[in-house]
């Protein structure tokens, strides 16, 4: 099916209404990852949900003008620009959220949601549970994770394992325009707080979205079959892991790639009932390997199963903004490659 053009937009929701869809206008859509996915979800539910707003800083890229076009047709009180302010603005949304809102909160980059990590911890996350239930907080934190290219060390940071110690947080890592916009569908619906961790090379990637597409959170996805070895990956890393996965096919080798779309919660029945077939693991990520998630991932199938487990990351060092330093903080097929032959 093609791509429909509507009201000057490259797409339009499906999903206006549960099973009913505006007259000539597909449920596939082709979009941008990222960025315009986000337009699509949130475009999607707030002619529907009074509860749901968006709070967002202006700035010069995508995301702030989708926001701003949001804005002008949705106004200011459903669609907030803010001062730059962190904090305030993470505080802000957790207060609405306790209100009874349904807050999308946009903080650019996970680098500078840091300036509102207490928010986020030690409110967000704690609230339900300290209070005994009475109040929860359904908070969409949109905190985009990886590497920037020429951006260096303070723009480029995957803190998603960070997020993903945090009880009380759900952790979303989608890795394809159509996980992009089911997953933050399925993030808006949820009533707890989600971290919803796009990367940033993402933002510009195309491919076709069902918006009809129900994806649960916590599922993961066989991107690709096999059976002498299992790749677990999430993020921008699927592609060089399904590049890689075709360099062992071409001498002979079939390896199963795993994305894992959430990382909290994630997939453990998948990931195990893989590699009880394949007998071997691979976890790959482009944040740093040393306290990566994928050392949760390893030690989870190595304490089931006891089979042979590598993992490949990014060295223990700030990405640099030239671009061969940021080249070593990179994953490379090569060395997926290299690290898969090594369980063989």
Known sequence: MTANVVDGYRFTPADLKVGQRRPGISAFMRIRDGAYSLEAAIRSHIPHYDEIVAVYNRCTDDTPDILARLQQEFGADRVIDTPISEANIMGAAVGMALAGLRPVVEMRVVDFALCAIDEIVNQAAKNRFMFGGQGRVPLVMRLPIG????????????????????????????????????????????????????????????????????????????????????????????????????????????????????????????????????????????????????AEVAATVAEALTIPVRRVGAPRIPVGYSRPLEEVSRLSVAAIVASARSLL
Not at 160 to 185: R, S
Not at 270 to 276: D, F, G, I, K, Q
């Open 147 to 294: 590497i920037w290219s020429a951006s260096a060390a303070q723009h480029s940071q995957s803190l998603e394992a960070w997020f993903a110690h945090i009880p009380g947080l759900v952790v979303i890592t989608p890795a394809t325009a159509q996980d992009n916009h089911g997953l933050l569908k399925a993030a808006l619906a949820s009533g707890d707080p989600v971290v919803y961790m796009e990367h940033k090379e993402l933002w510009g990637v195309e491919g076709e979205v069902d918006g009809d597409a129900a994806i649960a959170i916590g599922q993961a996805r066989i991107a690709r079959a096999g059976d002498r070895l299992t790749i677990v990956t999430w993020s921008r890393a699927l592609q060089p892991c399904l590049d890689a996965a075709d360099a062992l096919a071409a001498d002979g080798v079939s390896a199963e790639v795993i994305d894992l779309r959430s990382l909290w919660p994630w997939d453990r029945d998948a990931v195990l009932a893989s590699t009880r077939r394949t007998g071997r693991l691979l976890v790959v990520h482009e944040a740093v390997r040393a306290a990566g998630f994928g």
